[in-house]
């Protein structure tokens, strides 16, 4: 392979779906393609010469190097990860595309800064330690109150929907989901409820206001907390609602009648999950439930978080998502019994799709808030984050258990919570 353009040499290791045009006025692929990659700088092609996967894609994008036309970023994202990324060729295939691009693709090029952020908690200290979890959670949830408020919308829920019908709106299926979580725990005026992992308040407002329970709802993210306080004054709803700013494990009250945890296993590591279930447990009543809400690998044995790639250096760093055996298998060890499960991640990809269109239309406003370097990854996880779920490759189960007595479950026969 001879030295080439640097337009003609990429379209080798792009999908035809793709046209690209380069710095050195080269043009590749067909000219009437749904997506065109323009590369802007020599030094967008060391990231992708050098970084696994699409890793080298999403760190020229992120710095500006590197830019798309396309209908929107999923239609990026999908388009790419049908393609041989430069990153996943073999040594002798890389060669080739070097020698096409020449020495351009040899610079040395400085990180994003978002992605050195994500490491700069890290130094030094053990993961799931209370430390560096609370640093971690800090570097994904506070971001910007008004950021997450743009993207999510009203409800201010970072978690699934459940959608009651296609045609159901974001806020209409978040509104479902926390009814869901209330009736599969059985919630009833005066009972007491302990939410972890409790974001920005949703779950304890809804459970409080439509189902009269007390709760003590708890979060690592400081912002988070702070919001959820103001809306529960703002909701008048101070006497029967307690945030804390706090770890799930600092928690010392036993006795609650229910537990819920929704998006928080994920953060928590899979060699603390036997931990982390007998925690919950021991701070139920007999007969008390829990439901875990969780994003779940396809199978136990399938790959954890790679933690070189794009979510863990940017987004959710030190995050790890089991497999739905592990899961359960944690809470029958606990001592729970389990008694069902369902799989939502045709929701959860709705619900990407929802958050991704939020941030479409308040793109200006997101840029001047957080960046558009930061803007642009948050695009990216949620266009990867729907098609995962699209494919399968990961999913989104919601686990109920009960602290049974002597076999004594005080369950239904048969499921009475509906759909």
Same mark, same amino acid.
């Given at each position: 392979?001879?030295r080439?353009?640097?337009? &003609? !040499?990429?379209t080798? $290791?792009?999908p *035809?779906?793709?046209r @690209?045009? +380069?710095?050195?006025?080269?043009? %590749?692929g067909? #000219?009437?393609?749904?997506?065109a990659?323009?590369?802007?700088?020599?030094?967008?092609?060391t990231?992708?010469?050098?970084?696994?996967?699409g890793?080298?894609?999403?760190?020229?994008?992120?710095?500006?190097?590197?830019?798309?036309?396309a209908?929107?970023?999923?239609?990026?994202v999908?388009?790419?990860?049908?393609s041989?990324?430069?990153?996943?060729l073999?040594?002798q295939q890389r060669?080739?595309?070097?020698?096409?691009?020449g020495? &351009? !693709?040899?610079?040395? $090029?400085?990180? *994003?800064p978002?992605? @050195?952020? +994500?490491?700069?908690?890290?130094? %030094?200290?053990? #993961?799931?330690?209370?430390?560096?979890d609370?640093?971690?959670?800090?570097?994904?949830?506070?971001?910007?109150n008004?950021?997450?408020?743009?993207?999510l919308?009203?409800?201010?829920?970072?978690?699934?929907?459940v959608?009651?019908?296609e045609?159901?709106?974001?806020e209409?299926a978040?509104?479902?989901?926390?009814?869901?979580?209330?009736?599969?725990?059985?919630?009833a005026p005066?009972?007491?409820?302990l939410?972890?992992?409790?974001g920005?308040?949703?779950?304890?407002?809804h459970?409080?206001?439509?189902?009269?329970?007390?709760?003590?709802a708890?979060?690592l993210?400081?912002q988070?907390?702070?919001?959820?306080?103001?809306?529960?004054?703002?909701?008048?709803?101070?006497e029967?609602?307690?945030?804390?700013?706090?770890?799930?494990?600092s928690?010392?009250?036993?006795g609650?009648?229910?537990?819920?945890?929704i998006?928080?296993?994920?953060?928590i590591?899979?060699?603390?999950?036997?931990?982390?279930?007998?925690q919950?447990?021991s701070?139920?009543?007999?007969?008390?439930?829990?439901?875990?809400?969780?994003?779940?690998?396809?199978?136990?044995?399938?790959?954890?978080i790679?933690p070189?790639?794009?979510?863990?250096?940017?987004v959710?760093?030190?995050?790890?998502?089991?497999?739905?055996?592990?899961?359960?298998?944690?809470?029958?060890r606990?001592?729970?019994?389990?008694?069902?499960e369902?799989?939502?991640?045709?929701?959860?990809?709705?619900?990407?799709?929802a958050?991704?269109?939020?941030?479409d239309?308040?793109?200006?406003?997101?840029v001047?808030?957080?960046?558009?370097?930061?803007?642009r990854?948050?695009?990216?996880?949620?266009a990867?984050?729907?098609?995962?779920?699209?494919r399968?490759d990961?999913?989104?189960?919601?686990?109920?258990?009960?602290?049974?007595?002597?076999?004594r479950s005080g369950?239904?026969?048969?499921?009475?919570w509906?759909s």
């Amino acid at each position: 392979m001879g030295r080439r353009g640097v337009a &003609e !040499a990429l379209t080798t $290791v792009l999908p *035809p779906t793709v046209r @690209v045009t +380069a710095y050195d006025g080269s043009q %590749g692929g067909p #000219a009437d393609a749904t997506i065109a990659l323009h590369v802007r700088s020599p030094r967008a092609l060391t990231h992708l010469v050098i970084a696994p996967g699409g890793l080298g894609l999403a760190r020229g994008y992120v710095s500006g190097l590197l830019d798309f036309e396309a209908p929107d970023h999923h239609a990026v994202v999908s388009a790419l990860a049908t393609s041989a990324h430069i990153g996943d060729l073999s040594w002798q295939q890389r060669l080739q595309v070097l020698r096409a691009l020449g020495p &351009e !693709a040899m610079h040395v $090029v400085e990180l *994003p800064p978002q992605e @050195v952020g +994500a490491k700069r908690y890290a130094a %030094g200290l053990r #993961a799931h330690t209370l430390r560096r979890d609370a640093a971690a959670i800090a570097h994904h949830y506070d971001v910007s109150n008004d950021f997450y408020e743009r993207m999510l919308g009203p409800s201010m829920a970072y978690t699934c929907a459940v959608y009651p019908a296609e045609e159901a709106t974001l806020e209409q299926a978040q509104e479902a989901k926390f009814d869901l979580v209330c009736r599969k725990l059985g919630l009833a005026p005066g009972m007491r409820l302990l939410d972890v992992g409790c974001g920005w308040g949703g779950m304890a407002l809804h459970a409080a206001r439509h189902y009269g329970v007390q709760v003590v709802a708890v979060t690592l993210s400081r912002q988070q907390a702070e919001w959820a306080a103001k809306a529960v004054a703002d909701a008048g709803l101070s006497e029967q609602v307690e945030v804390r700013f706090a770890d799930y494990r600092s928690v010392t009250e036993h006795g609650f009648d229910a537990v819920s945890s929704i998006g928080l296993t994920e953060h928590i590591g899979v060699a603390n999950l036997d931990a982390y279930a007998a925690q919950l447990a021991s701070r139920l009543r007999p007969g008390g439930r829990l439901l875990n809400h969780c994003i779940t690998r396809a199978d136990d044995d399938s790959p954890p978080i790679n933690p070189r790639g794009f979510i863990a250096r940017y987004v959710f760093p030190d995050g790890e998502i089991p497999g739905l055996g592990r899961v359960v298998g944690a809470l029958q060890r606990s001592g729970l019994e389990v008694r069902h499960e369902e799989n939502l991640r045709e929701h959860y990809a709705m619900t990407c799709a929802a958050w991704a269109a939020n941030l479409d239309a308040h793109w200006a406003e997101a840029v001047q808030e957080v960046g558009l370097a930061s803007t642009r990854v948050w695009a990216l996880y949620l266009a990867g984050s729907r098609l995962a779920f699209e494919r399968g490759d990961i999913q989104l189960h919601q686990v109920l258990a009960v602290k049974s007595e002597r076999g004594r479950s005080g369950m239904p026969l048969r499921p009475d919570w509906g759909s």
